[in-house]
């Protein structure tokens, strides 16, 4: 049920008591919101950004390895998630100081970002809608 007071709730003429993102039968468990539900449509586009999030990692991760993306795939493709991308990336950064004009700099952005990634997790959305 509702977490907090100002959490939106409302209850439908079917019984289910539906909040901001999830929907409950009578007994408090969660039942599958109906087909047409907008609630999918937000899981996919959560889906779609963070899988261009992790593509976009990759190919900067090939950019930086000087390898081309067919290649460079077969690396990446062994990493789960997005923080063992930003920890290659901070390596080849690292690794190739010298060639970037201020690279803490890129690497502290880097790191903010990919703590934002842990707060912020879509697998929590997509696979456990809670």
């Not at 390895?65 to 067919?70: A, C, D, I, N």
């Not at 077969?74 to 991308?85: D, I, K, N, S, Y």
């Amino acid at each position: 049920m509702p977490k907090s007071s100002t959490e939106t709730t409302a209850i439908s003429d079917t019984g289910l008591v539906i909040t901001q993102a999830n929907v409950y039968g009578r007994d408090n468990t969660f039942v599958r919101p109906p087909e047409n539900h907008s609630v999918y449509n937000l899981i996919g586009r959560i889906a779609v950004e963070w899988s261009y999030l992790e593509h976009t990692l990759d190919r900067i991760i090939w950019k930086l390895s000087k390898v081309p993306g067919s290649r460079g795939a077969c690396l990446t493709a062994q990493m789960m998630g997005v923080w063992p991308r930003f920890n290659a990336i901070e390596a080849l950064l690292t690794q190739n100081s010298d060639k970037f004009l201020k690279p803490e700099k890129i690497i502290n952005s880097m790191n903010t970002l990919g703590q934002q990634c842990q707060v912020i997790s879509p697998h929590r959305v997509v696979h456990f809608q809670c």
